[in-house]
């Protein structure tokens, strides 16, 4: 058999393999090396194909697709830089456990190293992010054609479970990459053996439990069970496997609750235990000195705010308990005394068994009470403040999006703006956020991935600089298989770095951090082929935002806001959450 036959036969199985261990997403970016793997991936009546212009956004596609479903999504590339453009998606994907496979195509190891056009050192490229990785030599018929369908199931073995991250496959190709046009014959396929008729993975790899010593655990149960003063966090978590176990324990337990944006949990309706605005209750001294917790139990990853880790950092907490599916470490403030590297789903149903429900007392009863107070107030300040405002927009777009919709926010203000002014009782919405290494860019391509993954309507939050990062994901919006509504908060610049001691540096810190663009949005709709509208004020939000929504189609809406004004709007409500908190602060 020619060997470029081989070519289109080893990648049909590869894709093949990949769909039977329910990989069937694919962020497809043109290009000639990759041919083999592209035409295997198109021809596939079972794969779900999405042409990506560049390597950057089809990676953070990808990633967002495995945020929404828990599988990894495939991105296919050619050789060359097409390949490092990976790179801010594979770090992400690293950092915050979300599987991904890299299916990236290379040149044969005779022109490796030999000043062949479009070669480039790939050894180790993403070496410190990367879960597996594995060099495909060139097809041949030496080798036996199970070796594609091994060395895959061994890959989404390790792209996923409790250390999931990042694979990569390198696919090496010799030309002539296709046989003219040739279909593929059954006598071809027998040549290579049985495989494509299989419905079942070549290798089917068992998950392993993890879990502690149930010595361990009861151990921790006494410790917990033993405490005055306890506070539960909630960092990331992937599944409602994970949310509704802890759910059970928080009712159980009965101990306040800060739950992070990210877990799922910050915008539901999680009883009375979740303290919405810790964050601003920690403004106040009185507050933090009669809150000191002598027991914190952390499930899941890492929380947003900074004024929550260094609350914990100055109190010194007799006992820090972090309860997450890996084993990294997981201690920026080096105040944690117990890491249990176990399923968080797990743990929590184990622990709820061996705990007596208990009353809430007055230690919950006094957070209770004072996120009330401050959830009041920030509500009346939003509502009475004329112009349209960052916080509004937060505040706003976390009451309107539809039922069975999704969110995605960005990093920079509008995460910290939804974490701390989002309303609340919304358990039938789905939240993502890139967290693992917490960067601007890419954001518009991981919500459309998160999108079709979720198979909802989304909304995406997004500041303006983040937009400019990811311009190009825009031209994913058409043909994106669920409607995305884009919110870009227009403030002409880094409105973050008003909050940084930067600010006081006048002769440098406008032109070199805020980076002025003067760019406009709205006018990107004929562009790009969506809809597009500029809004200046609280009504013309409501209306855009809702005509979006009912249109069922895709959208851009532009808030334009700004910056500096922002920022003292922001300083007055914290100077009245401050001034709010400071009274008869009694437990």
């Not at 990759?34 to 042409?51: D, I, K, N």
């Not at 992937?238 to 992070?260: C, H, K």
């Not at 001294?285 to 002598?294: A, L, M, S, V």
Request: some cysteine; aromatic content about 8%.
């Amino acid at each position: 058999m020619e060997s470029h036959s081989l070519n289109l036969l080893w990648a049909g199985r590869l894709v093949d393999e990949l769909i039977r261990n329910g990989c069937d997403y694919f962020c497809v970016c043109p290009g000639s090396r990759s041919t083999p793997l592209t035409v295997a991936a198109a021809r596939h009546q079972h794969a779900r194909c999405s042409v990506c212009y560049d390597e950057r956004g089809a990676a953070f596609r990808a990633l967002g697709f495995a945020r929404a479903t828990g599988r990894a999504g495939v991105v296919i590339t050619t050789s060359g830089t097409a390949v490092a453009n990976l790179y801010p998606a594979v770090a992400e994907a690293a950092h915050d456990h979300v599987p991904l496979i890299l299916l990236t195509a290379d040149r044969p190891p005779e022109l490796l190293d030999t000043g062949a056009n479009q070669t480039m050192v790939r050894q180790d490229l993403f070496a410190p992010f990367l879960r597996w990785q594995f060099n495909l030599p060139c097809p041949t018929a030496s080798v036996r054609p199970e070796f594609v369908q091994t060395t895959v199931d061994q890959a989404i073995h390790r792209s996923g479970g409790h250390h999931a991250g990042p694979v990569q496959i390198n696919c090496m190709y010799r030309e002539p990459f296709l046989d003219s046009g040739r279909p593929m014959t059954d006598r071809d396929k027998m040549e290579t053996g049985p495989g494509p008729e299989q419905e079942e993975p070549f290798t089917r790899y068992s998950r392993p439990s993890v879990r502690i010593e149930e010595e361990d655990l009861d151990r921790l149960a006494g410790l917990i069970d033993g405490a005055e003063k306890g506070l539960i966090l909630v960092g990331r978590l992937f599944s409602e496997m994970q949310r509704g176990a802890i759910r059970r324990l928080i009712e159980t337990l009965n101990w306040p609750v800060y739950a992070d944006l990210s877990s799922g949990l910050r915008l539901a309706e999680t009883g009375t235990h979740i303290m919405r605005y810790f964050d601003q209750q920690l403004l106040s001294k009185t507050f933090c000195e009669r809150f000191r917790p002598d027991v914190v139990l952390h499930l899941g990853g890492r929380v947003i705010s900074k004024r929550v880790g260094l609350f914990f950092e100055q109190c010194r907490s007799p006992h820090y308990i972090v309860v997450d599916d890996h084993s990294d470490r997981f201690d920026p403030i080096h105040c944690v005394t117990e890491r249990v590297a176990c399923d968080v789903a797990w743990f929590a149903e184990a622990l709820s068994q061996r705990l007596q429900p208990r009353a809430e007392g007055g230690y919950g009863a006094f957070s209770k009470r004072k996120a009330a107070d401050v959830d009041r107030l920030i509500a009346e300040m939003i509502a009475q403040e004329e112009n349209i405002t960052e916080p509004f927009v937060a505040r706003r777009v976390s009451e309107r999006v539809p039922e069975g919709g999704a969110l995605v926010v960005s990093n920079s203000m509008p995460v910290r703006d939804v974490d701390l002014y989002g309303c609340h009782g919304r358990d039938d919405i789905r939240v993502a956020l890139n967290r693992g290494v917490s960067g601007i860019d890419g954001i518009l391509a991981t919500a459309v991935g998160f999108a079709e993954g979720t198979g909802r309507s989304t909304t995406v939050l997004i500041g303006d600089l983040a937009l400019i990062h990811d311009l190009n994901s825009l031209t994913m919006l058409q043909r994106c298989r669920q409607p995305v509504i884009v919110v870009v908060v227009n403030n002409h610049g880094g409105g973050i770095f008003h909050f940084l001691p930067i600010a006081e540096q006048a002769d440098v810190f406008e032109e070199y951090f805020v980076t002025p663009h003067g760019y406009s949005f709205a006018g990107l709709g004929e562009t790009f082929g969506i809809d597009a509208v500029g809004v200046a004020s609280k009504v013309e939000f409501d209306q855009a935002y809702t005509s979006a929504v009912e249109s069922g189609r895709s959208a851009l809406i532009e808030v334009v806001t700004a910056g500096r004004e922002n920022f003292l709007f922001r300083k007055r409500m914290k100077k009245a959450i401050l001034d709010l908190l400071q009274d008869e602060a009694k437990l």
